[in-house]
């Protein structure tokens, strides 16, 4: 099956500076890679996702990047703000019938004032 | 627009007892899920629902039972309840069963003792 790893699992900013996060995937028949915000408390939220024909996408102040032959895709959060602050997870589909998503393990994000 | 509504948000068992969590949709989504969330391990899928009357099991089923009552309601069942299935239990559904994204519920955190 579908193994997806996400470093680092704690990363700590500045307000305004930005933030990385990277996942990688085992499974080369994947197709889309959704990104979850996780507020204390709460129910995992998507925040951004990407299709396998698309290398790069952008809402604002996030942007994904996928790098199928290299099998990795990361999160990027430009001009962080407190409200950052949030443990962020990756995703895979996998290749099975229902293409069920496998989840990397966390990211805790501290956006410091 | 409630989303996804799980029922209870905090449950303490004994080890042996038996519990059903609740899940309900109101997006008339076809596919809905059972997660579970452990510290640094991410959201692991335990049951999922790709459509009304069918079941599958996913990465970490034994001990655990689901019923999708209707295309609203996804339940989830531990039979008897051990130390090892503390944690917290999310449900989501999605539209369609593959690559789109997936609406959580705000968990049950489950202590069995």
């Known amino acids: 099956g579908e193994n997806v790893e996400q470093h680092p699992s704690t990363l700590s900013v500045q307000e305004g500076d930005s933030a990385v996060i990277k996942c990688t995937y085992s499974?080369?028949?994947?197709?889309?890679f959704p990104w979850y915000k996780q507020e204390l408390g709460k129910g995992p939220q998507l925040i951004i996702d990407?299709?396998?024909?698309?290398g790069e996408k952008k809402d604002q102040r996030i942007a994904v990047t996928l790098n199928k032959t290299a099998k990795h895709f990361s999160l990027h959060i430009t001009e962080t703000q407190p409200e950052d602050s949030a443990v962020y997870f990756c995703?895979?589909?996998?290749?099975?019938?229902?293409?069920?998503?496998?989840f990397g393990s966390g990211t805790q994000l501290t956006v410091l004032p | 627009n409630a989303g996804v509504t799980q029922t209870p948000k905090f449950q303490v068992l004994k080890t042996g007892q038996s519990m059903t969590l609740q899940c309900a949709q109101d997006?008339?989504?076809?596919?809905m899920y059972w997660y579970r969330q452990d510290p640094g391990m991410g959201l692991r899928l335990i049951y999922y629902?790709?459509?009304?009357?069918?079941?599958d099991k996913g990465e970490v089923p034994n001990g655990y039972n689901v019923s999708r009552l209707n295309k609203r309601e996804f339940s989830l069942r531990l039979e008897s309840a051990a130390p090892s299935q503390t944690s917290v239990y999310f449900c989501?559904?999605?539209?369609?069963?593959?690559?789109?994204?997936?609406?959580f519920g705000q968990g049950t955190r489950l202590t069995v003792v």
């Open positions: 989501a559904s999605t539209a369609l069963a593959e690559n789109t994204e997936a609406f």
């Open positions: 499974d080369s028949a994947s197709n889309y």
């Open positions: 990407i299709r396998s024909n698309v």
């Open positions: 995703a895979a589909s996998g290749s099975g019938s229902a293409r069920q998503l496998t």
């Open positions: 997006m008339n989504h076809n596919s």
């Open positions: 629902s790709a459509s009304e009357g069918t079941t």
